[in-house]
């Protein structure tokens, strides 16, 4: 049985991911927190799982790298450099980095990619997003995702077309840009709206998180899947074919 490792087992998905394990024909190798010494947990797992705090990432990364344990990354705010560091750490390793481990998000990218391919500049984009009042990070790692699936349908890159949060004289909008919009409260899991806003006409393509488990059977199935992988960066559609 592959034996994974949780960095933030004591969180809300840490807790969801466990829930899942058996399950999926997995077993628990421990979990680590933001006080632990995250070797340890490297050396006793077959392949890692991070769903901590962007503050943890760093250390979590180097002891996969430094074990050479596979590692699936769902803690989203990640900075620039951080993916750097995780296209480096892919040299050496399997890394599979993801704001949403859900079937649901990993299609609705798809299909977020050919609509914005499809409909040309002149349909805006916006895509707005609402989580739960503890979270930290906005706007979400879905969101994103989303936002780079749409932008590369425009043959494009999401940091070259985002515009985040509007506030006060902001002028008309900019044909081909992307808007970010973030909401927060109450228990909300995951709400992602995909806006496409043409003249006279308007696509919605939404995704509606009901409960983590869907985030915790993708986060499993992805790490029983990256365990067999050499070293590479890999994405949630490379482990579901799509
Ligand atoms: N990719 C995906 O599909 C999904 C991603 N997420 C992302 O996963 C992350 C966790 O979400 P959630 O479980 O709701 O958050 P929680 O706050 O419930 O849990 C976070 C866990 O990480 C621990 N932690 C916090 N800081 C550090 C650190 N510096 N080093 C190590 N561990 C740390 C916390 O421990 P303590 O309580 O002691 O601080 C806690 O156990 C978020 O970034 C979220 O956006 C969430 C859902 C799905
Ligand atoms: O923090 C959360 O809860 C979630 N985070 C991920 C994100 O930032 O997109 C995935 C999911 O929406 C829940």
């Not at 709206?193 to 499993?220: C, K, M, P, T, W």
Request: proline residues 2%; glycine residues 14%; without cysteine.
């Amino acid at each position: 049985m592959t034996a994974i490792g949780i960095y933030g087992s004591g969180g809300r998905m840490g807790r969801a991911i466990q829930a899942a394990l058996e399950l999926a024909g997995a077993r628990f190798a421990g979990g680590a927190e933001a006080q632990d010494d995250p070797l340890p947990l490297a050396r006793a797992a077959d392949v890692l799982v991070d769903f901590s705090n962007a503050a943890g990432l760093d250390a979590h990364l180097a002891a996969a790298r430094a074990t050479g344990t596979p590692i699936v990354i769902g803690t989203t705010g990640l900075s620039v450099a951080q993916h750097e560091a995780i296209d480096a750490a892919a040299g050496e390793i399997a890394v599979l980095q993801t704001g949403n481990t859900s079937l649901g998000v990993t299609l609705l990218a798809t299909l977020v990619r050919e609509a914005a391919a499809r409909l040309g500049p002149d349909w805006d984009i916006e895509i707005v997003e609402m989580h739960h009042r503890h979270k930290v990070d906005a706007p979400s790692g879905t969101a994103l995702l989303l936002g780079e699936a749409a932008a590369s349908g425009r043959g494009s890159t999401l940091s070259e077309l985002r515009v985040d949060e509007r506030v006060g004289l902001v002028g008309a909008r900019t044909e081909g840009t992307i808007g970010l919009a973030a909401l927060r409260g109450g228990s909300v899991v995951g709400d992602h709206n995909v806006i496409l806003a043409g003249e006279g006409e308007r696509i919605e393509l939404g995704h509606y998180a009901q409960d983590r488990s869907i985030f915790a059977r993708g986060a499993v199935k992805a790490a029983l899947w990256l365990a067999g992988q050499p070293a590479g960066r890999y994405r949630m559609g490379d482990v579901l074919g799509l």
